[in-house]
């Protein structure tokens, strides 16, 4: 089964960048849109950026403008490039498939916008 590892999250100020990264164990089927989402304390988990396997991507209205979601298959991993963070931006980021998780969820990786 193969599994997702989500990287590059940290502390960073308001307007800032980060760069998350989700690499998964084995072979992530280009069949398969790829999704990052975020759930922040006592919320449900939404979904914030999609990118399909021919490339075309969606995003959540919060971060459109400020965030770009891309895919590299051949090295099995899907990045999350955000610009112009916001407070509200902080949470948990995690990857799977769209529209249903098909891999096994990663610990996801914790993104805190505070000055």
């Known amino acids: 089964q193969v599994q997702l590892v989500e990287s590059g999250g940290g502390l960073v100020q308001p307007g800032g960048s980060l760069r998350l990264s989700c690499a998964a164990s084995g072979s992530i089927s280009s069949i398969y849109a790829m999704v990052w989402y975020r759930q922040a304390p006592g919320k449900q988990r939404d979904l914030v950026a999609r990118?399909?396997?021919?490339?075309?991507?969606n995003y959540a209205d919060s971060v459109k403008g400020r965030f770009t979601i891309s895919r590299d298959n051949a090295k099995n991993t899907v990045y999350l490039q955000m610009n112009s963070l916001k407070p509200e931006d902080t949470a948990v980021y995690y990857c799977n498939t769209y529209p249903l998780p098909v891999y096994t969820w990663g610990q996801g990786t914790q993104v805190t916008v505070s000055s």
């Open positions: 990118v399909t396997s021919g490339g075309t991507t």
